[in-house]
Structures are given as structure tokens and as C-alpha cells.
């Protein structure tokens, strides 16, 4: 009988721990040096959307960005948000992660059917990693008659 106790004894003190233990918590992943979660904010320094229309044709400015791309205005503070997949999500936009380098990571969301593309860099210290700027393009087009229509709005935040 004290046989049978002292092994019953041992059974559940090796199997105590197993059921208590918790799986140590998961380090951020790290996308270009900016960890998921990672939130910056800056200032829009230039806002500026253009339009050609045609092969060669000249640029036309605009004051306001056309639907679909967010409006941003010079000295409005946007906050951005690194994602779970390491995009960069802002204002009415997430811009997926495409490599993170010295000085910049690049973002783009690449044009698929129905879908315009967007670009955009985070520039960062050389020595801290630590986000210094954003530029951002978002480009739509539109075909009439045969005649091709592309804007571009561009943002520089610091």
C-alpha cells in the first residue's frame, strides 16, 4: 500500500508541473527594425495631388485628394501604427510591408484588379532605428474613351 501511494505520489508531482506551466509570452515580431505595435506620429509638412490626363499630357494640380485616398492637410499630426504583418496603417489606409533597409522601410500595396497602388517609406536614424519621417504616394487611374487619367497624391510628414 505505501508502494501504491508513494507512486501515485510520484505520477502527480511529474505531472503537476506539466499542467501549471504556461508557455513563455512571444517577443513582437520585427519588421525593419519596428516591432508590431510600434506607434510614431508626425506632422504633414507637404500635401500635394496632381492629375494627367492623356500620354504626355501636363500635370494639373489640385487642392484636394480624390476619393479613396485619405486627405490629409499640411500641419495636421497623423498617427501611424505598425500592424500584426508589420504594415503601416494610418488614417482610412494600411500600406503593407515590403523590406525594411538601412534608413527606411519600404511599404506598398501592390495594384491588383479594381485595386490602386500606394507607396510609402519611413525613414529612420542610421544609428537609433528610430522613425525621423514618412512619405507616402497614392496613385489612382482612370481609363475614358481610351484616354488614360492618373493622379497622384503625395504626402510628406516630419
Known amino acids: ?3 501504491l501511494l508513494l507512486r501515485a505520489f510520484a505520477l ?12 513563455a509570452p ?16 508626425f506632422t504633414v ?3 500635394e495631388t496632381a492629375t494627367t490626363t492623356g500620354f504626355g499630357g501636363t500635370p494639373v494640380s489640385s487642392p484636394n485628394a480624390p476619393a479613396g485616398v485619405p486627405n490629409l492637410i499640411v500641419g495636421q499630426q497623423v498617427t501611424f ?9 494610418g488614417p482610412g489606409f494600411k500600406i503593407g510591408f515590403l523590406e525594411g533597409d538601412i534608413g527606411a522601410n519600404a511599404y506598398v500595396n501592390k495594384p491588383k484588379k479594381g485595386a490602386q497602388p500606394t507607396v510609402a517609406a519611413v525613414h529612420k536614424d542610421t544609428t537609433t532605428n528610430a ?9 489612382t ?9 492618373v493622379t ?7
Request: zero cysteines; proline letters at 7%.
Open 45 to 47: 509638412t507637404t500635401a
Open 81 to 89: 501604427v505598425i500592424g500584426k504583418k508589420g504594415e503601416l496603417i
Open 152 to 158: 497622384m497624391t503625395t504626402y510628406i510628414l516630419q
Open 26 to 41: 512571444q517577443p513582437p515580431k520585427i519588421f525593419g527594425d519596428f516591432a508590431a505595435g510600434k506607434t510614431f506620429t
Open 12 to 23: 502527480i508531482a511529474a505531472v503537476l508541473p506539466l499542467t501549471v506551466a504556461q508557455a
Open 1 to 3: 500500500m505505501k508502494k
Open 141 to 149: 487611374f482612370k481609363l475614358s474613351k481610351r484616354v488614360p487619367t
Open 131 to 139: 522613425p525621423t519621417a514618412v512619405s507616402m504616394n497614392f496613385f
